[in-house]
């Protein structure tokens, strides 16, 4: 590591000493050490397989059946089925017992905060959970297992057991809203707190990436820990490019040390 990297590193560390209220948002680069894939990373599901996208869009996934068949195989071979949280998971769920920290806001899908230790009430899951499935028309949800064991030939997309209308993955897609309860709930935490961290996201989604905005606005400090370059660099005061897996567990170790 640079000498300047060194330094950007123990400014980090300084300030997560100091801060009191610290919200958190995280991306698909805290997951692919889980081995789930990001979406726009030069191994990104989209990168390499641009139709995938359209699985995503739900305007495809509502007019075509054939683009639900091919979602449900999809979903079928998840990696989240198997993933396992991973250190920097763990670090996050150990801010957490330190008492600082105002929300977990996460663009992901995969529950792996949660299943780290995050509790519940502190993870603001912005783009829904895959491990629910929702019917369009009425709303109801079921497990995805349950949902995911009815696909076969004879039925390869599944419809609402109550209503008979379109069943998805809980998840938010291209052209959905996010639930405005869940968005409102992201925005208060992004306005009250004193540190903003933005892990392992490209800052290109609206209106997660915003919450960076609002943070900036209401005078709380701002990192930005990311592999690749991002919009809101330039306003970052703080930019760390290094692997999250190593560097978050060291910098919450020094946080939970001097707590205790
Ligand atoms: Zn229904």
Redesign the pocket.
């Known amino acids: 590591m640079t000498a300047a990297a060194k330094t950007r590193l123990a400014n980090v560390a300084e300030w997560l000493a100091a801060a009191e209220r610290i919200t958190v948002l995280t991306g698909a680069g805290i997951s692919t050490d889980s081995g789930i894939p990001d979406y726009r990373g030069p191994n990104g599901v989209w990168t390499r397989n641009p139709e995938a996208q359209r699985m995503s869009t739900i305007q495809d996934y509502v007019a075509d059946p054939e683009v639900r068949k091919r979602a449900w195989q999809s979903r079928k071979v998840h990696p989240a089925w198997n993933a396992e949280p991973n250190d920097a998971h763990r670090a996050l769920a150990g801010l957490e017992k330190t008492g600082k920290l105002t929300a977990l806001v996460t663009q992901n899908i995969d529950e792996l905060h949660q299943r780290a230790g995050s509790s519940r009430e502190k993870v603001i899951e912005l783009h829904g959970t895959i491990w629910w499935a929702e019917?369009?028309?009425?709303?109801?949800r079921s497990p995805m297992a349950d949902e995911l064991a009815r696909v076969s030939d004879d039925e390869p997309d599944p419809?609402?057991?109550?209503?008979?209308?379109i069943?998805k993955s809980a998840t938010i897609s291209f052209g959905q809203q996010l639930d405005p309860a869940v968005l409102r709930a992201a925005w208060a935490a992004a306005q009250r707190c004193d540190l903003f961290l933005a892990m392992g996201t490209s800052l290109m989604v609206q209106p997660a990436a915003g919450l960076c905005d609002v943070a900036v606005e209401a005078g709380a400090r701002f990192v930005v820990v990311n592999a690749e370059p991002t919009p809101y660099d330039d306003i970052a005061d703080t930019v760390l490019r290094e692997p999250i897996g190593e560097i978050l567990p060291a910098l919450v170790a020094a946080v939970v040390e001097e707590r205790t």
């Open positions: 019917c369009l028309t009425c709303g109801v419809s609402c057991a109550l209503c008979g209308g069943l």
